[in-house]
């Protein structure tokens, strides 16, 4: 398990940077505002989607539960919300209580490794910027697929770094804060989904959009640094913000990407 997300002064860095809903955003400019962003990546994700209050969808890696509350208002469907992080799972039931949404969304512990759950029970299976944090990423396609029905859908949008391009004191940085040898490529991960039997239908590489977003969310925390460094320590602050620094060079230089996915079980 990742640790790094049930520290408490990282809890809070993410909430006060990325705000309740810590994913890669669509872009239609460089003014445009991260959480319009996020927004809209999360409509163009759904866009394909056959959902109705009859769909059950299977979210994992949840994180704040933004995507679990877009999806149940969108929709109208239920939601599963699963995470390993049980701050984030406590966030985001806090987040979603008292909310017209809070009676069709579900927040679980799962590790997407392993699901508790019978087979072919979902419409649809929903991995947004989570895969990246495996260790065994085809095991985890495995499970997604075990899970849904005949005629379900997989989405997966993902932080994808390009192990082809990066040096080797860049492979190491993204081992160390990723804790897994296991660096993908895109086309890896196409392959990684028809392997698990899935049926491929969309692929899009949404590359200049890890740059622009990479860029405001360091942005954003080199302008709240004043601010942030009375309630979260100097340690957790500086690593982030070289952490983060450190991936728009890779996004700008095109070694760190943005993906998205969309596969069916036949």
Known sequence: MDLHYEDPDVDLLYNRIWGEDIHYGIYSGEDDRIEDATQ???AVMAEPLPLSPDSVVL???????????????????????????KAQLAHAA???AGTPQAALITFEEADYHTLPYENNLFDCWWCQEALVHSPDKAQVLAEAYRVLKHGGHAVI???????????????????ARYHTDSIAGPE???VMIRNAGFELLEHRD??????????KIRDRLAELIPELSGSIAPETLRRNYDSWSAWVTLAEEKKLGFDYYLAHKR
Do not use: M
Request: net charge positive.
């Open 188 to 190: 890896d991960y196409a």
């Open 40 to 42: 809209r990546a999360k």
């Open 206 to 215: 949404w590359q200049e959009h890890a740059t622009i977003h990479r860029r």
């Open 94 to 96: 806090r987040s979603t």
């Open 59 to 85: 979210e994992v890696g949840c994180g704040y539960g933004a995507t679990a509350r877009f999806l149940a208002e969108r929709f109208g469907c239920r939601v599963v919300a699963t995470n390993i992080s």
């Open 157 to 175: 949008s993902d932080q994808i770094f390009r192990p082809d391009r990066l040096d080797p004191a860049e492979r190491a940085a993204v081992r």
